[in-house]
């Protein structure tokens, strides 16, 4: 069975007209995560699954635009009809619980246990969520907020996510032999003072230090394009470079 890649939103760091903020499905078999819930993504999920076949849920950091969907799927889940068949797993950043209870009036965790069951998330986090599918995390540089980065093993296939980041050594060694690189490219220069996000020199360079087999641009903000961010990171990284289009389903392979 193929592991594979839907991507549900890119934008950053507000959705507009056609463009989700970020999101993503990723699939082997019947497993089936929700990796990050900007806002726009639940909507763009139900075009491919339901959140009653969804396995888990992963979130990289607890700004809005990675997970505030979560909003969406407790109020369709909880009062809209749609079902789960067991509060559904939330690996996500400590606090987002009680993140998302204090949007529905509340500072009990317990407000929205009934459907999601919330894992806080930790440097090197390992989560067995079925099928043979291990979702990894590390803590990468972002401005100070806790934040991570996510790598997948497949039947000797290997998906990493950058998350939102600046650069760091972390970054490097998630993405290291992976085939397929999901990294974000925010930012047109890097400024002075701790970094927080990643230029498309940045994500080149992060790709090509980690020997990987493709990289996919993503999270490309508002002082780029996504064709210009995607050429540049291509242009540094000198391997096979694409930007990640809301509704593509990318399949993936061993590198050669």
């Known amino acids: 069975m193929a592991l ?10 507000h959705p507009r007209p056609g463009h989700p903020c970020s999101g993503y499905l990723l699939t082997a078999g019947d497993v089936r995560v929700w990796v990050d819930a900007g806002p726009g993504t639940f909507a763009e999920l139900q075009r491919h699954t339901t ?8 979130i ?12 969406a799927a407790a109020a369709g889940i909880g009062d809209g009809g749609l079902t789960v068949p067991a509060p559904l797993p939330v690996h ?17 965790p317990a ?7 919330f894992r806080d998330l930790g440097d090197g986090h ?5 099928g043979g599918l291990v979702l990894e995390s590390r803590r990468v540089a972002h401005g100070g907020v806790e934040a991570y980065g996510l790598r997948v093993e497949y039947e000797g296939v290997v998906f990493a996510y950058s998350g939102d980041t600046g650069p760091c050594p972390e970054l490097t060694e ?3 032999g992976a085939d397929l690189f999901l990294c974000e490219a925010d930012i ?5 003072g701790e970094p927080v996000h990643l230029t498309p020199e940045d994500a080149g360079a992060v790709a090509r230090a980690a020997g990987v087999g493709e990289l996919v641009i993503t999270h490309v903000g508002p002082t780029l394009t996504a064709e210009a961010a995607t050429a540049r990171a291509g242009a540094v990284f000198g391997g096979r470079t694409s930007q990640a289009r809301e509704g593509d389903v990318l399949r993936l392979r061993r590198k050669r």
């Open 4 to 13: 594979t890649l839907t991507v549900l939103g890119t934008a950053s760091p």
């Open 51 to 58: 959140p009653e076949a969804l396995t888990a849920v992963w």
């Open 60 to 71: 990289s950091h607890l700004h809005s635009d990675h997970w505030a969907d979560l909003v």
């Open 92 to 108: 996500a950043p400590a606090g987002c619980a009680r993140r998302l209870a204090g949007f529905f009036g509340s500072d009990d």
């Open 111 to 117: 407000q929205v246990a009934a459907v999601f069951d």
């Open 126 to 130: 390992r989560a067995d969520v079925g």
């Open 174 to 176: 998630l993405a290291a």
């Open 188 to 192: 047109d220069r890097q400024r002075d």
